[in-house]
Nanobody, 115 residues
Framework: QVQLMESGGGLVQPGGSLRLSCAAS????????MDWYRQAPGKQRELVAR???????YSADSVKTRFTISRDNAKNTVHLQMKSLKPEVTAVYYC?????????WGLGTQVTVSS
């Protein structure tokens, strides 16, 4: 089993920044691609960014210029740096890992962008 724990969410004003972190623990040998998803009220969960074990990244077009995903393999941690935040990014952000054909999710961290 793998446990994922997100942190770093909160309330921020438009234009502000946040850095989300996801710490993986448990049966973490062989961790590979890790993702950040988000789910806004009334909407489906969507992929925000992805990073492979070798550091190759993907970001959704809507966040490509403002969000940066990174990882620290030694600490089994993945980060999502978010800048120039807009109200429309308000959502619960989830860390995700697919390992051995099983989807693992964290409990999520709330990001609210509001003045």
């Amino acid at each position: 089993q793998v446990q994922l724990m997100e942190s770093g969410g909160g309330l921020v004003q438009p234009g502000g920044s946040l850095r989300l972190s996801c710490a993986a623990s448990g049966s973490i040998f062989g961790l590979d691609t890790m993702d950040w998803y988000r789910q806004a009220p009334g909407k489906q969960r969507e992929l925000v960014a992805r990073i492979t074990i070798t550091g190759n990244t993907y970001s959704a077009d809507s966040v490509k210029t403002r969000f940066t995903i990174s990882r620290d393999n030694a600490k089994n941690t993945v980060h999502l740096q978010m800048k120039s935040l807009k109200p429309e990014v308000t959502a619960v952000y989830y860390c995700h890992l697919l390992k051995g054909g099983i989807d693992f999710w964290g409990l999520g961290t709330q990001v609210t962008v509001s003045s």
